[in-house]
């Protein structure tokens, strides 16, 4: 009965949750939006908080309360109005700071590391802090993008937030890392992908705006896989067929069946675990899933525009973040596509950025045939180009 109780508390927070950002997404329309985005989706929290081994439910059902606290702050700042980050001159080089939460949920925390400081005795910091350079620098040399915002926006991240934390997220603001339960989850700073995903929304954020919703959640979700593995490629030299193509390997304790949170090249194969369930992430438009949960399936459904993305890297090979991650990039910063956008609509857009960056050869026959294998067909082009939208504030998760 406490179960269901529970669980009943958490559907009806994720369905008001759901519900808001639709409403907020509509009311919105080209203003950006902050982003609350979590890298374990809720359907994985939930199947957790139903456990009858209080090790694995306690830290689930807490760490689901404290990302709804954190969806409701986060709509709070956006009626309020939120603090500004502090931009920068736009530079090659870029402006960290760690701080520790010290199993608090105060923000930022105390400050343990800044720029050029030398490394800390602790090991999640020194991660959470070249990781945040990785992302910098990926994003500078593949893309000459000068941070989060291209205007030199200081990277900040917290880590030990709370205690048992099963989550890390991008407010709109910061990174924010929790250390995992130890029996599902470990730290979080450990997958460098997980962390150039959530900071890749930021880059949404002050982009493409993609409303978190529907579809257009989705590929809000997808585009921040696609460069969060790129992210991990580009760190690593790794070509688009040496890659695993794995989100979060390395973050799933000991114990777990599984060996990620997602994959791209395989949607629906990354875990298959009694306490996590099996990875409901389908590859195809055949498979596509309608809930109200989830704002819609967003971290579902991103498996198909993911593996399309993986269908045309392993087609045009070399190193992915090159052509097919060249062509993804801009699409989302190009200014066209509309934050409301559809999965045709977004198939459509990445075969104009293929057409207009390499013409009607390889590269765009290449982006056609990748959505069309999982059930995508371009939408056609517009009469007129979808005013350019004006980037700057944050969207939710």
Known sequence: MILRSFSSIIAATRDSDCDACHIAAMTATHAP?????????PHVLDKLSRSEDSGVSGPARRTLEQDALQRTRRRLTTVIGATG???AAASDQPRRTIHDAKHQDTLPGRKVRAEGAKPSKDASVNRAYDALGATFETYLKAYARHSIDDAGLPLVASVHYLQGYNNAFWNGQQMVFGDGDGEIFLDFTLPLDVIGHELTHGVTQYSANLDYFGQSGALNESVSDVFGSLIKQFTLGQSADQADWLIGAGLLAPGVDGHALRSMKEPGTAYDDPRLGKD???GTMDGYVSTSRDNGGVHINSGIPNHAFYLLAAELGGNAWEQAGQ???DTLTGGSLSPHAQFTDFAAATAA???ARYGEGEQHRAVLSSWSQVGVTAAPAPAAEVPRQQPGQPQEA
Do not use: K, N
């Open 280 to 282: 409901p992430q389908p």
């Open 327 to 329: 062509i993804w990039y």
């Open 33 to 41: 939006s902050a982003v609350f985005c979590t890298i374990v989706p």
């Open 85 to 87: 980050v502090t931009g």
């Open 353 to 355: 950025a293929a057409r």
